[in-house]
Every structure is written in C-alpha cells, then in structure tokens.
T-cell receptor, first 117, second 112 residues
Framework: DVKVTQSSRYLVKRTGEKVFLECVQDMDHENMFWYRQDPGLGLRLIYFSYDVKMKEKGDIPEGYSVSREKKERFSLILESASTNQTSMYLC????????????????FGPGTRLTVL | KQEVTQIPAALSVPEGENLVLNCSFTDSAIYNLQWFRQDPGKGLTSLLLIQSSQREQTSGRLNASLDKSSGRSTLYIAASQPGDSATYLCAVASGGSYIPTFGRGTSLIVHP
C-alpha cells in the first residue's frame, strides 16, 4: 500500500524558532511537494522537487527552504518561524506519469498542524 | 496562469440524493484532472484521475467527467451516504508545468 508519512501531526513552536517538517514516501517517487492549506485560501504550493538534490520554488516560498538528500525524504524548513506561518502543512509525492510530462496521481501525507506562538 | 473554481463552496443534502459537484478551469490545455477527498484535519485522498485524452472515469458510486473544450469537470456521486461527508477538491495539471493547480473545494454534508 502506498504511504506518505509526516513526522508530526501537531506541532507548537515559538516565534523565531527553526522548525523542521519531515516527509517520507515509500513508493520510489521522483516528485515530492510541500503545500500549506489555510481556510479560504485553499492549497498553496511552497516548494517541489523532481529529483534528489533538486528543488523548485512554488507560489509562496518566502520564509521557507527545503532539503532533499535522499529520494524518499523531503524536508521543509522554517528558518525563523513567525505567527503567519501557523497553518496545516501537507506533503505529497507522485511519479512523472506519461512521457515524463504529466504527473500521475498525487499521494498525500496526513498533514502537520503547526501553531507558532 | 491556470485558475480552478469549484461551485458550490458548500452543499448539504439528505442521504440518498444523487449530487453533482462542479469544477471549472481557465486553460483548456491540460494534462490531467484529479478529484480528491479530504476529511477534516486529514490529508487528501485521490478519488479519480482523468487523463487529457479521456472523457470520464468511474469508481463505485463516483463518476467524473471531463470536457476540455468548455473547461469543466463534474463529479457525480450516486445515492449519497453520511460517510460521503467531506471536502472534495479538484486539481488540474496544465501548461508548461506538471504541477497541479487546486480549487478551493466543495464542503459536502450528507445528513441522515
């Protein structure tokens, strides 16, 4: 069975702390994604990666960085957490799909609810 | 830039009704379209994936159709049940990127 796991379901941090969110997939997928989800704003893409050590900015990368040292693991880093980064963070993975162009089905993790005080 | 709209934003129906959720997109040059389900506080679960060359996909009581020329997709749920209560999201992969663009979802409540 396909599985995407995230390191924490709930996390509470203080303003200014460095925060690491970990995501691991067991499907040997090339593509991995980090989204945040906020009421009224839907899912917004933060960063994505299409291969080990490769990363691309999404729509809202400011205040975040990522790391992909191994194919199965994609980490999201909040360098200095702020209250406006309180959100639900979702990780997803997929294979490249047809002709390496379109993605196949995205598989999502359970999410991490981050609160920054 | 692709924009995805889902109407209605919320829907409440009695158990047993057949219902239709709508998704529209602005750029018809798509690679695929996916429908997801999200339960409160949880991640997304893929329900159906329609490739660009396909017109519809079916899974159990769910049927999704795709009309690229009009920029629309519908998710049909037959004989709705309380367990179908969730938020349903539509995502479209298109343009120069394979990254899906998500709609904001339709929140569905099926009451007994």
């Amino acid at each position: 069975d396909v599985k995407v796991t995230q390191s924490s379901r709930y996390l509470v941090k203080r303003t200014g702390e460095k925060v690491f969110l970990e995501c691991v997939q067991d499907m040997d997928h090339e593509n991995m994604f980090w989204y945040r989800q906020d009421p009224g704003l839907g899912l917004r893409l933060i960063y994505f990666s299409y291969d080990v050590k490769m990363k691309e900015k999404g729509d809202i990368p400011e205040g975040y960085s990522v790391s992909r040292e191994k194919k199965e693991r994609f980490s999201l880093i909040l360098e200095s957490a702020s209250t406006n980064q309180t959100s639900m963070y979702l990780c997803a993975s997929s294979s490249p799909g047809l002709a390496g162009v379109s993605t196949d089905t995205q598989y999502f993790g359970p999410g991490t609810r981050l609160t920054v005080l | 830039k692709q924009e995805v709209t889902q109407i209605p934003a919320a829907l409440s129906v009695p158990e047993g009704e057949n219902l239709v959720l709508n998704c529209s997109f602005t750029d018809s040059a798509i690679y695929n379209l996916q429908w997801f389900r999200q339960d409160p506080g949880k991640g997304l679960t893929s329900l159906l994936l329609i490739q660009s060359s396909q017109r519809e996909q079916t899974s159990g009581r769910l049927n999704a159709s795709l009309d690229k020329s009009s920029g629309r997709s519908t998710l049909y749920i037959a004989a709705s049940q309380p367990g179908d209560s969730a938020t349903y999201l539509c995502a479209v992969a298109s343009g120069g990127s394979y990254i899906p663009t998500f709609g904001r979802g339709t929140s569905l409540i099926v009451h007994p």
